[in-house]
């Protein structure tokens, strides 16, 4: 009996440990898929946010070229924002007794392009991203001069072109903070850089206005407010 018990007890202290293995590895296993199940919560399509800039409607009101600007955006796990947006840009502008030039254009732009939210936490309702965009547009120009002398009879020769085609395809990088001010209600702030791709202009010169691009140049430096909401 001396010499079994120490073996009994060796052999009852290990299948009690088995039986505890098996009862406690099914119920580590299903803790850990449970785990991974809370961590993978957040779902990979969270929604839309749309949103307006009143940046560029301001503008509008207050001078003789401007746009009206939309957005949606894609919420793809509060990381990836896939991003479209639209816009019409206008422009009605008389330049200086020099010249004595009137430029109008109204037309549609285009922008396509993704934001990357940057901050670690990423499922706070507060957002930090940078992104790039691809824009174009086709618009036509109308140029006038209706005071032109001629040079030699020095009489009124007045000047036009109506509907000058022209198009334009541009680059933006972008970096904007998205605030949340109340529910789905948010505002967001944007700096643009712009870089011209391909120009196409009239013979008789490059338009002074591009919808969605601004004036007319090789790059440009663009700030937004947008109101936006979740949905």
């Not at 700096?191 to 140049?217: E, H, M, T």
């Amino acid at each position: 009996m001396t010499h079994r018990q120490p073996i009994s007890c060796f052999v009852s202290r290990i299948a009690v440990s088995l039986v505890l293995w098996l009862l406690l590895a099914p119920s580590a296993a299903y803790g850990q898929k449970i785990f991974r199940l809370e961590k993978d919560s957040i779902p990979f399509f969270k929604g839309f946010q749309v949103s307006f800039d009143l940046a560029s409607a301001a503008q509008l009101m207050l001078s003789d070229h401007g746009e009206l600007e939309g957005t949606l955006r894609i919420n793809l796990h509060d990381q990836w924002f896939p991003v479209f947006e639209m816009g019409i840009g206008r422009a009605n502008h008389k330049e200086d007794e020099t010249t004595g030039l009137i430029y109008k254009t109204t037309a549609p732009y285009f922008r396509l392009g993704m934001d990357i939210n940057v901050l670690k936490n990423k499922h706070q309702p507060n957002r930090l991203y940078a992104g790039l965009r691809y824009a174009c547009t086709f618009f036509k120009a109308d140029i006038q001069n209706p005071s032109l002398k001629d040079p030699v009879y020095k009489t009124q020769a007045p000047f036009g072109v109506e509907g000058m085609s022209c198009s334009q395809h541009w680059a933006e990088a972008v970096f904007g903070i998205d605030a949340q001010i109340y529910g789905p209600l948010h505002l967001g702030w944007t700096i643009r850089y712009l870089r011209r791709l391909v120009q196409k202009s009239d013979d008789i010169g490059d338009a002074w206005y591009v919808p969605g691009f601004g004036l007319n140049g090789k790059d440009n430096f663009v700030g937004n407010v947008n109101v936006i909401i979740d949905i």
